[in-house]
């Protein structure tokens, strides 16, 4: 994939570039997570050179990565698994491998989001919008039937005494509360189907997470 666009970061046009990443960028890989998660973020949890490794040679084609002026500003990855690992009893961990994608299945028809990350200062410019449009063009282009992923809910604690993970979902997408993340997932077309306990360890979703999809208009 390789695609230009302008989008408009405090009122200024710039040019963005949308492709997917390679080995060449490893190093602008690591400081999008660095620059996204600084310390006291542990260092171990951003990525490190062998799992880029094995986006880019198990399954290239949703290794994306977005930039602006020659600097990597952010990414998206996914993995293609099978249905039967995508009920609402898995963890990031699991359906992931820890974000290696080493049980990567070429013949899966579900194409799964390891992350999406956007360095701070172009967080209200659309490239994480515009990457997951990308990501959906990925699904369009090999004929998969849907992408899936699990999205933080990071509101959930503030509200976690009075709803149920369930209803917090279900009161965010009734417009009646706001979430930073599953609303932006909602923005994007994303729709909720299930929340996942014990996804990730995230103490201001409770450690759930949305199970979060997004259908292929075209599949049959």
């Known amino acids: 994939m390789y695609k230009e666009l302008i989008v408009y970061s405090s009122g200024q046009p710039v040019r963005v570039i949308i492709r997917n990443y390679t080995l060449d960028d490893v190093e602008g890989m690591i400081d999008i997570q660095k620059e996204s998660f600084p310390p006291p973020f542990p260092a ?3 990525w490190n050179t062998e799992q880029l490794r094995e986006h880019v040679t198990r399954f290239p084609e949703a290794a994306l990565c977005a930039e602006a002026g020659g600097k990597l500003i952010g990414s998206m990855t ?3 698994v099978n249905d039967s690992i995508t009920g609402t009893d898995h963890s990031w961990d699991s359906v992931t491998d820890g974000g290696y994608i080493r049980n990567h299945d070429p013949q899966g028809e579900t194409l799964y989001v390891v992350d999406l990350c956007v ?5 209200k410019a659309g490239i994480g919008k515009w990457l ?3 990501m959906y063009e990925v699904v369009v282009h090999h004929r998969l039937r849907r992408l899936l992923g699990g999205g933080r809910i990071p509101g959930y604690h503030k509200y976690a005494s009075l709803a149920t993970a369930e209803e917090y979902v279900q009161r965010v997408v009734a417009g009646e509360w706001n979430d930073p993340v599953l609303s ?13 306990s ?3 360890e995230d103490e201001e979703s409770c450690h759930f997470a949305a199970l979060m999809e997004w259908r292929n208009p075209f599949w049959r």
């Open 78 to 80: 996914g993995l293609l």
């Open 132 to 134: 997951m449009q990308s």
């Open 44 to 46: 171990e949890l951003w």
């Open 119 to 123: 360095v701070p200062a172009y967080r």
């Open 198 to 200: 014990h996804y990730l």
């Open 184 to 196: 932006f997932l909602l923005r994007c077309g994303r729709m909720p189907v299930g929340v996942v």
